[in-house]
Every structure is written in C-alpha cells, then in structure tokens.
C-alpha cells in the first residue's frame, strides 16, 4: 500500500509539467468547469495520444508551470483542478515519439521551419519539447513516456507507437531501422542485437506493441516502401492529403499532385494497413465554400475514403511564405465563427466508418500570428452542435468509452463501401444508443493479386479489430468491459463468413507484435509480414 502511493505521488518533472501545458490552458479557457466537462477534456486529451493526468499530478504540473512562469497563479485554476472528474478509460497506451531534425523534401508554403526540430513541429509545441529535451532519442523517449504513465497508475502493457516528425520515408533507412529498434529496446528492457530480435523479445515483453504509426508524404509510398513499412512493424500510415485540388496543392506547393494521394492510399489499402488522412481547410487559395467542396471528395472518390482523419486549419506562422502573403493582404485567414460553422458542416460529412482524431493542432496560440487561436475547438464544435441538434457520426464520437456493456444488448453493424481497389465491410457492435463497443474492418481486393506484397495475394484481410475498453495488464481479469465478452472473437468470424461467401479460401490480418498471440488464439499463424488462418 505505501509503495503504492508513493508511487501515485511520485514528484513530476519540469519536462513533465511542460507536458500538461496545453491540457492546463484548456481548463483554464473554458467559460466554465464542471465534473463531467473536466471529465471530457480528460478524455480528449487521452484520446490525443497523451497519458490521462490524476488531479494531484496536474495540480504539480500547473504549480510547476506558475513557478516557471509559463502559466498565471490563479485560484479559480486550484479550484477546478480540485473537482474530481468522473474516469473514463481507453485501452491502450499511446507512447508517441519524434525523429530528430532532418530536411523534408517539401517546400510547403505554410510549413515551419526550425533548424531545430523535424520539418513542420515548432519548439514549443510539448511533445516536440519533451522530444528535444530527450535529445530525439527513441530510447529515452519510449522509457520516460512508459514511465510517465506508470507513474500515474495507467498501464503501459499495451503500447501503441506514434512516430512524428517530418516526412518518416525520407529518413536514412539505417535510421529508420535503428530508431525502430531503439523503441522496441526501450519497451523490452533488453538491448537487442538487431531489429528482427528486438521485434521476436517483444513478443514476450511487459510492453507489447499493439500498433506502430508513422507520418509521411503520399509520393513517397511505392510498391517498396509499403513491404518496407510493414518489415518495420508499422500497421497505421498518417498521409498528408491536404488538398484534393490540384490547384491549391500547387499554389501551397506541396509537391505532389491528388493522384499521388489515391495512388498511396491504394498501395497501403492493399497492404493492409490502417489509413490517416491529414486535410487542411483554409489554405491559400480556398474558401470555405471550396473547402467544403473539397472535402465531399474524400468520401466521393472511391480511391480515398480514409479510415481515420485529422483535420489541421491552417495555422499562420511567422517566418512561413503564407505569412509574407498574409502582410501582403493576399491570404486571409477565416473568422472564428467561419471556422465554427465549416467545421460542423464539415463533421456531418463523415461517415460511420471513419474516425475523426482531430480537428485542430496542438500549436500555441503565442505561436499563431493571425486566425484562430483557441485550443479548444473540437470542444466549441461539439457545444454548437448539440445546441443546433446534430450529432456527428463518427468513430470517436460514437465510441464507448468505459461505458459498461451488456453484451446481450449489442446489435452488429454491418457497412459496406466500394473503393477503387476493394470492397470493404466495416462491422461493427453497436449499443442500443449508438455507442461503437468494438469495431473491425476487412477489405477484400477487387483483383485477389493486386496487393504490393506477395504474402497477401489471394487473401482478404482484416486491416484492423479494435475493441474498447481499459487497459489491462496482459492476461489480467476483468468483467464487463468490451474488451473481454469477446467481441473481437466474434467480429472475425463474421469477417470469415463474408469473406467464404465471397469465394475467398484465406484471412489474413495485419497485426502488430503484441496481437500476434491474440490472433493465434484465434486460428492465425505468422508467415513474414502477416498472418493468415486458411477457411
Ligand atoms: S511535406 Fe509536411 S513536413 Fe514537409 S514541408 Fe510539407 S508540411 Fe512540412
Ligand atoms: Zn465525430
């Protein structure tokens, strides 16, 4: 019992603190705090990819962030920092890492640009500012990160790995490899010899990865890079869309055309992976009128139609050539309440299948020079829409969320969609008020050897099972939650059915180290990149 609440104690860092800046500033932005909008903001935090604070941490954090001047003392602050949010849960542990500095070979015109940081992040954005302070060191990164959460009583026996930074296929592939292997060394305890290795002991480790993510440019994906991505473990891309016109990609020169974009989403979609659009209203040269054009496209077009999006308005940034435009008179930023509206417009456009991540970057608001500047956008959204009535349709706002599950109730959800290259189901176990308690996605190709990767022709596949609940240390009881009434079990043999009844022989699935003993409990054996269970 001491040990444990020493633990749950334990003083946090400065670096640490810094970490909670944002989270501070939205508690402290909003008009009002209660229980259940303290809970929210909690909980779209963790959602974001950040470890979910306790009070007495967030209390260190803001006290350590008054003292370092980042943040006014303000009793009001004590005082809804005190309020005991109801917890929710989410299953995994989202580490997330950034590569070191390196050139990208875009020259996008509202792009960053510090020597100090990989392209687009900005110095004191805080997971740039933990990275720095780590000196981009996968190792430490991934060690402190696990640390970070296990400090505040989170489990990390679930690790999902987001590589940021730049443009992650215009790296040294020694790099890459090095880096990969690095993270996976931090997660096992254990210095492997090679990549390959480090990979076989996470199999085993306290900190299994369940996912690996990294971002990078649509006209870097090819046949290669997509079997080179799969070989380094990743299972989820983030492509920069942006645009899906060819004349605003230009005039931001971003290099690369649309069809560069369907192009890659294609090569991945037929490798399996899991697919995150990032698109960007407000650019030079679109209204919010083209802008909402723009992004009926992305479910238009059967070539796109990500499974998950974040949405990124275009920030001004000093020292940006959109920012010399700007002085110029010739760029304009939206209004606030433009922004608003395009953004509830924009959110009724999503279909059931896909999440919505984000809808703004975590930049500081000292950083932006013109335009909107609040961090907490998604929040003011969601105000506007329940008063108008709407409800978005998406993943994220549909997800359980701790929520307990009467498993008897769930009702399967059955979507299908064509895309240019696969006919894809999306099912899902839905409660009787719409909330997703388990979802998966199969894609069966259109042309069965069409994949960039050998290992998958002839097979459908399962591109990813994701079911909600807490993070549990692996082979740990619980009740109740989705993640153990074995919805996953029974969303594959769904996907086995259509996939017989659609005169494939072969399932195969993309799955990350630490799934690989679930789906071998489920009749999956590995081959090289993938694993397969015949039918
Ligand atoms: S591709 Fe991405 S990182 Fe590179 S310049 Fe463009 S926005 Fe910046
Ligand atoms: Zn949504």
Avoid at 46 to 55: I, L, S
Avoid at 432 to 455: C, I, K, Q, T
Avoid at 456 to 466: D, F, M, N, P, T
Wanted: glycine share 8%; net charge positive; hydrophobic share 35%.
């Amino acid at each position: 019992m001491g040990a444990v609440k020493a633990r749950r104690y334990a003083k946090i860092t400065d670096e640490e603190a810094l970490e909670y800046l944002p989270l501070l500033q939205r508690v402290r932005d909003a008009s009002e705090v209660t229980p259940v909008l303290l809970d929210r903001l909690f909980g779209a935090w963790a959602q974001e990819g950040h470890p979910r604070p306790g009070k007495s941490v967030l209390i260190q954090a803001y006290r350590a962030l008054v003292r370092m001047g980042r943040l006014p003392e303000e009793r009001e602050m004590m005082r809804r920092l005190q309020l005991k949010p109801v917890r929710t849960i989410s299953g995994v542990a989202p580490v997330t890492v950034l590569t070191k500095p390196y050139p990208c070979p875009g020259q996008c015109i509202f792009c960053p640009d510090d020597v100090r940081m990989p392209k687009s992040y900005l110095p004191d954005e805080p997971g740039a500012m933990r990275a720095a302070m780590n000196q981009f060191d996968p190792y430490l990164q991934t060690a402190n990160r696990i640390k970070a959460f296990e400090t505040i009583g989170h489990s990390a026996a679930k690790v999902e790995l987001l590589i940021l930074g730049g443009t992650w296929s215009v790296y040294p592939k020694k790099y890459q490899e090095w880096f990969v292997k690095r993270c996976l060394d931090a997660m096992n305890g254990v210095d492997a010899r090679g990549l390959e290795e480090a990979q076989r002991l996470n199999e085993g480790s306290d900190h299994r990865n369940v996912g690996m993510v990294v971002e990078t440019r649509p006209d870097w994906i090819t046949p290669k890079e997509v079997e080179r991505l799969r070989w380094l473990g990743v299972t989820k891309v983030q492509l920069g869309a942006q645009s899906l016109n060819d004349e605003i990609l230009q005039l931001n020169k971003r290099g690369h055309d649309v069809e560069a974009t369907r192009r890659a989403v294609r090569l991945l979609r037929l490798g399996g992976f899991k697919i995150v659009l990032h698109w960007m209203p407000n650019l030079y040269g679109a209204t919010p009128q083209s802008d909402l054009e723009d992004f009926k496209r992305l479910w238009d077009d059967p070539a796109l139609r990500p499974d998950e999006l974040k949405i990124y308005p275009t920030a001004l940034l000093a020292g940006t050539e959109l920012y010399e435009l700007w002085k110029q008179g010739l760029y304009h930023p939206y209004e606030d309440d433009v922004l608003v509206d395009l953004m509830i417009r924009l959110k009724l456009l999503i279909p059931r299948y896909c999440r919505l991540n984000r809808l703004m970057r975590d930049i500081p608001s000292t950083d932006i020079a013109a335009g909107y500047k609040h961090t907490n956008l998604r929040q003011i959204v969601q105000r506007e829409m329940k008063k108008r009535g709407l409800r978005c349709q998406c993943i994220r706002c549909r997800e359980v969320r701790g929520q307990s599950v009467e498993p008897d109730s769930l009702r399967l959800e059955v979507i299908p969609y064509e895309t240019d290259v696969t006919r894809e189901y999306f099912l899902s176990y839905v409660t009787p008020d719409d909330h997703l308690a388990g979802f998966l996605r199969l894609s069966m190709p259109n042309d069965p050897d069409a994949s960039p990767v050998d290992e998958l022709h002839g097979s459908a596949v399962i591109r990813e099972v994701h079911v909600y609940g807490p993070a549990l240390r692996i082979g740990s009881d619980s009740r109740g939650e989705a993640q153990h009434i074995g919805i996953g079990t029974r969303l594959i043999a769904v996907a086995k059915g259509i996939a017989r009844r659609n005169g494939y022989r072969r399932l195969s699935v993309i799955s990350a180290i630490g799934t690989r003993e679930y789906y071998r409990g489920r009749g999956f054996r590995l081959e090289r990149l993938y694993m397969h269970a015949d039918m």
